[in-house]
């Protein structure tokens, strides 16, 4: 059994931060459980242009408020507590938050722990992450 709380992820080296956002990783590929599950916080204001390429991810909006675009069709969908996107084909997507949003990220295969995002707004595989310096 594993047990762990946001406050024990919150300052150590599983609270991983970049320009617009904060990820507290409370689940990630040391704990064998086949995905990585994050309590991420995206700052009101940030736009996140994103695509990843070697993994997929489930986000379940739990606050604030923003929208969701397909870089691929330009279609585009309210993001709001109770809503989840899946990135099922790997779409290149754009979040926009309009107030800070809270997100529930899951990514499948697990993040190893420290990626940022690339150029191309996508993780390294996990095979190829490395902890940053
Ligand atoms: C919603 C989203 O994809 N934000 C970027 C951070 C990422 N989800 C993470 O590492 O938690």
Redesign the pocket.
Known sequence: MIVRTLAEVIGSEDD?S?P??N???LLLARHGMGF?M???V?EAGAE?V?H?RHHL?A?YCVEGEGELVSRATGERWPIAPGTIYALDEHDPHV?RARTR?R?I?V?DPP?TGR???DAQGA?APADDAKAPG
């Open positions: 991983v970049a617009g956002w990820s507290r990783r990585s994050h309590d991420t995206i996140l994103m990843y991810e986000v979040l949003l997100m990220c990514f993040l990626e940022v995002h993780y």
